[in-house]
């Protein structure tokens, strides 16, 4: 368990675990570190990938159905023990909405909300695009220039060569993870019924978000909040989310 998962502020008597995933090349710092913005109603983990940080000796996972029954197979008991909600960003909304989707198929569980951020729904026509990126055959100046593009990554990291090595590595495995995925909606089945929100940087590139209302017979809403791709670490926004994200959970009626 601790292996996967970090939570670093335990409350075993929370309502609602709130399961973040990391974004592309991301560990677990900054959104294990929200459990301190929450009340002590919600418990936050965020989940710790092979490849990276503690995990940084295992072998990067080979596609995204791995991942997902990684993630499954290790929370499944505590999911099914009290309410759960799910936030993801970027890379992390997909592997968030794949993890859902298998517990609702597998074992008729399901988030009672999923906090999207960053990304196309999967199934809209933007997302394939991400499917035919060469990342395979991409120099590593021009997966860290695209790193350095979507921000995230303090500057002086990038001076230490061995960490710049290892977060272009770890960049390229992620993405290859998620060009494996792939989803098909169904036309007469609507996969899940919880709500679902959907964030995004007013100055990111636009993400296809109005196909996530496809996926849900729950309510779906939509939020542009002031930054880029990685809005979601500027202090102000990470208050907002925390509030906003707090809101909808006890809107929940746990």
């Not at 909600?85 to 198929?105: D, N, Q, T």
Request: hydrophobic share 35%.
């Amino acid at each position: 368990m601790e292996k996967l998962v970090v939570c670093l502020y335990k409350r075993p008597n929370a309502l609602c675990r709130l399961i973040c995933f990391p974004w592309a090349a991301g560990g677990t710092s900054q959104l294990a570190q929200w459990g301190k913005l929450f009340s002590s109603s919600i418990e936050v983990s965020s989940l710790r990938l092979p490849g990276r940080e503690s995990r940084s000796r295992e072998p990067f996972a080979k596609d995204m159905e791995t991942v997902v029954n990684e993630i499954t197979s290790v929370l499944l008991k505590e999911l099914q023990e009290k309410p759960f909600a799910f936030f993801g960003h970027s890379f992390g909304s997909y592997i968030s909405f794949a993890v859902a989707l298998h517990l609702k198929e597998k074992y008729g569980l399901e988030p009672i909300h999923l906090f999207v951020s960053g990304a196309h729904a999967p199934n809209s026509e933007a997302f394939p695009l991400i499917k035919s990126i060469p990342i395979r055959d991409a120099k590593d100046e021009d997966v860290l220039k695209y790193i350095q593009i979507l921000g995230g990554t303090p500057p002086e990291l990038l001076q230490n060569e061995d960490v710049k090595k290892h977060l272009i590595l770890t960049f390229r495995e992620d993405l290859r993870v998620l060009q494996t995925f792939s989803f098909e909606k169904s036309e007469r089945k609507i996969p899940l019924s919880c709500d679902v929100t959907c964030f995004d940087g007013s100055e990111d590139k636009p993400h296809d978000l109005e196909a996530w209302n496809e996926l849900t017979s729950g309510d779906t809403s939509f939020y542009k909040i002031p930054g880029g791709h990685f809005y979601l670490l500027e202090p102000s926004n990470e208050i907002f989310l925390t509030k906003h994200i707090t809101k909808c959970i006890e809107n929940a009626g746990l």
